[in-house]
């Protein structure tokens, strides 16, 4: 894929996929990674991209902007571009554990546990069993499919998302921590 200014120059940008971002980082110890727009970038988003879907989420309803997102997931697109349905001062909050705010710390929370390959999740994908929503507020039940390394499981979730001017400001997943950690062990 090429990437030109706004001029029509073109401007060399490769897309990395994440394992090869993921081994980069692990070579570096992660240094860096959350520094600037600069680790989205190295993630593969595009300028262009988050300027078109911007123009296309303002005019989806909150659920249209979940339904997007979780088939996103479910098309294994990068961690950058799963952040770009995310506003800036977003709050992800898997409840039992720490919540993460922003869209770049965001970006790498997902490429830190989506990422390809041993010892990590190979894939994981979003099966949506029902979907509504109540203004600005959409609630999933939802099965969560985890394909590792020899093994897969699936684990119930219920999730509510709050949609904010055609992004995605926050997201909740509840779901019980004993049942996730045996069956990744």
């Keep these: 894929m090429k990437n030109y200014l706004e001029n029509g120059t073109e401007v060399p940008a490769p897309l990395v996929s994440r394992r090869t971002f993921m081994l980069a ?16 970038a190295l993630m593969g988003a595009r300028r262009s991209a ?11 309803s909150p659920i249209e902007v979940v339904r997007r997102f979780c ?27 720490a919540p993460v705010t922003g869209r ?24 949506l069993i ?10 999933t039940e939802r099965v969560d499919a985890f394909k590792l390394p020899g093994k897969s499981f699936e684990l ?15 997201w909740r997943d509840y779901f019980d921590m004993n ?3 045996s069956r990744m062990g």
């Excluded at 988050?50 to 989806?60: G, V």
């Excluded at 770049?104 to 929370?109: F, G, L, M, P």
């Excluded at 029902?130 to 609630?139: D, K, R, T």
């Excluded at 979730?157 to 926050?170: S, Y």
């Design 130 to 139: 029902n979907i509504a929503a109540s203004g600005p507020v959409v609630m």
């Design 156 to 170: 119930p979730v219920m999730g509510t998302f709050e949609v904010r001017d055609g992004k995605i400001n926050a």
């Design 50 to 60: 988050n300027r078109i879907d911007r123009r296309r989420s303002q005019m989806e």
């Design 25 to 40: 980082a692990a070579a570096t110890g992660g240094a860096g990674i959350v520094s600037s727009s600069v680790g989205l």
């Design 71 to 97: 088939a996103a997931w479910n098309a294994d697109v990068g961690a950058a571009e799963l952040a770009a349905f995310f506003t800036d001062d977003a709050v992800y909050h898997n409840i039992p554990l």
């Design 104 to 127: 770049e710390a965001i970006a790498n929370n997902f490429a830190s546990f989506i990422r390809p390959g041993a010892p990590g999740i190979e894939s994981l994908h979003l099966r």
């Design 179 to 181: 049942q996730f950690t």
